[in-house]
């Protein structure tokens, strides 16, 4: 058996909006995320970091901002076209670790609503995804309400 591991960051600007989506997750804020697609930066982390992995390039590769069929695409659509993506290479996630940052919105209540969208998606058990979330203590960005980053790591083998 074959273990790689991948990592990948996302961040996106707040812009007018009433909501946000944070791993599948609709939450309710007074801002939302600039994007080209839906703005799912945990998502769009998760999928940098199985493209590393297994050495296909990166979100923007695969699901271009230049091209209008991906302008408000659901985050959850492009995650499970990159898990077969890897499948078809013989790849498999083991588990993955995300971290969002961000002063608001608060992340705790709905993070295992999260796990339980991309476990589901990946086909695997909500406890192979861990998501916590952290703030910058008002420092850069993120700590001055600008925005959200999110950095994931996952493990992914072959089968």
Not at 30 to 40: E, F, M, P, R, T
Not at 68 to 92: F, I, T, Y
Not at 105 to 119: G, K, L, Y
Not at 121 to 145: H, V
Request: with cysteine; proline share 3%; glycine share 10%.
């Amino acid at each position: 058996m074959k273990i790689r591991i991948g990592q990948g960051v996302d961040a996106h600007a707040f812009c007018e909006g009433d909501h946000v989506i944070l791993g599948g997750v609709r939450i309710d804020h007074n801002q939302a995320l600039a994007a080209h697609s839906d703005g799912d930066v945990v998502l769009h982390a998760l999928c940098d970091a199985m493209l590393g992995a297994s050495a296909r390039g990166d979100i923007g590769t695969h699901f271009p901002p230049s091209d209008p069929c991906w302008e408000n695409a659901d985050s959850r659509e492009l995650l499970r076209q990159v898990d077969m993506l890897l499948k078809h290479d013989g790849w498999s996630v083991v588990n993955a670790d995300i971290t969002l940052v961000c002063e608001k919105p608060r992340v705790n209540p709905h993070v295992s609503q999260m796990q339980a969208n991309i476990a589901a998606d990946l086909g695997l058990d909500s406890e192979d995804i861990s998501i916590k979330a952290t703030t910058t203590e008002g420092m850069g960005f993120c700590g001055r309400g600008e925005g959200i980053a999110t950095f994931a790591v996952v493990l992914i083998k072959s089968w």
